[in-house]
């Protein structure tokens, strides 16, 4: 990692990705404005291919600091609950962190289980902020006081998961503890601590997501990141009843752009809804100089459990790799499925997709659960679903 004045510049083939925290960015630049910030050329650059590929390193490592769960919701992806078997010491964690530091990895996302039931958490945020890694985190809210949010300011983004206002709240859950989530967010606000919420997306809070971002805004968030509902850990014995209908795939993108521009919240999504995003039609060159992809999953970001068991996602499994070893290991793309380079075995209809080198064939967790076979297609896809004649 390079620093210039209060920036970070990883190198890569392309350029280089660029970070700052105040506001707070990532950005993936091409070789000249590396040259601008004052940096000399990098052996990377001998490459006569300039477009994003492979990376170097993640730019961001998702870690469940712990499997401890009590919220018990029937959808969790991780089957949180109780701690993991091998779950890292406080020393193991921050050997991991220098790791990843030591690769480049810009951002650390914190999260469970439920974060707050570990007692080293705030141990091991500072820590990663020292030796350079932005911690972020989740978490369900409970027991959050406004001495703990205070805390929090170590955090670079902290999120509440929360899938809708009052009675959606417990759409998945099962459970309605929307009043300690929201009384979470609020002491976050308070704390000035930069606070937005984690909403999975499937069916039945679809047609609440207009008063979710009306809640964000008066309640003073300044984010929402949306997360499609997956087939992983026990939500996948109800996914089809749950998961988002096909005319929501469609409607997705246009109606989060719509509400985040009418309420002044920024809308997020992840990876496995930019198949729908795709379906709009956006200039494949605008998505990659965003950084836009589908399925990230071994390149851009990888999973690691509590008991440092890497995956390519966290929802997808485990690829064999323990974290300590992540930095010898991480160039070896087989054993993430191969998932980074997907588009190079791509079949129809996503070979003959202008999108296919950036979407790289949508959730590979959806086509795992769905299909059994994790290089299909993603059903879920508009664009797919049209080639192959679907309805519904």
């Not at 851009?300 to 485990?318: E, M, Q, T, Y």
């Amino acid at each position: 990692m390079n620093r210039v004045g209060d920036l970070k510049a990883r190198y890569e083939t392309f350029g280089g990705i660029v970070s700052g925290d105040d506001p707070p960015f990532l950005a993936w630049v091409d070789r000249q404005y590396m040259r601008e910030l004052g940096l000399l050329p990098s052996p990377l650059w001998d490459a006569a291919d300039e477009s994003v590929g492979l990376l170097t390193a993640p730019t961001e490592v998702h870690f469940a600091i712990t499997n401890r769960c009590d919220a018990g919701c029937p959808h969790c992806y991780m089957d949180a609950g109780a701690p993991e078997e091998g779950e890292l010491s406080t020393r193991g964690f921050m050997e991991v962190l220098d790791v990843l530091a030591g690769m480049g990895v810009f951002h650390v996302a914190l999260g469970g289980g439920e974060a707050l039931l570990r007692p080293d958490l705030f141990e091991i945020a500072q820590y990663a902020r020292d030796i350079g890694l932005v911690p972020n985190l989740t978490t369900s809210g409970y027991g959050l006081s406004p001495e703990l949010a205070e805390r929090m300011r170590i955090f670079g983004q902290v999120n509440v998961s929360m899938d809708g206002v009052g009675d959606l709240y417990g759409v998945f859950r099962g459970v309605d503890r929307f009043p300690e989530a929201d009384r979470a967010l609020g002491f976050l606000v308070d704390a000035g601590v930069p606070a937005g919420i984690n909403c999975v997306v499937g069916r039945d809070n679809f047609p609440g997501l207009s008063d979710l971002f009306a809640y964000v805004r008066d309640r003073g968030g300044n984010e929402i990141e949306f997360l499609r509902y997956k087939p992983a850990g026990r939500g996948q014995g109800r996914y089809r009843e749950l998961c988002t209908t096909p005319r929501q795939n469609e409607r997705i993108v246009p109606d989060l752009a719509r509400l985040s521009g009418d309420r002044g919240v920024a809308a997020k999504i992840d990876c496995s809804f930019v198949p729908m995003l795709c379906f709009h039609g956006p200039p494949p060159e605008a998505l990659e100089a965003m950084a836009t992809f589908g399925c990230e999953a071994g390149n851009v970001l990888l999973g690691v459990r509590a008991n440092g068991a890497v995956c390519g996602c966290s929802f997808l499994p485990a690829s064999g790799i323990q974290a300590r070893d992540l930095a010898s290991a991480f160039p070896d793309k087989s054993r993430f499925h191969d998932l980074p380079s997907w588009h190079e075995r791509a079949p129809e209809p996503c070979r003959s997709c202008e999108y296919v080198v950036l979407c790289k064939g949508g959730c590979h967790a959806v086509t795992l659960h769905e299909n059994g076979d994790i290089m299909a297609p993603d059903p879920g896809c508009p664009r797919v679903r049209e080639a192959l004649g679907s309805s519904g």
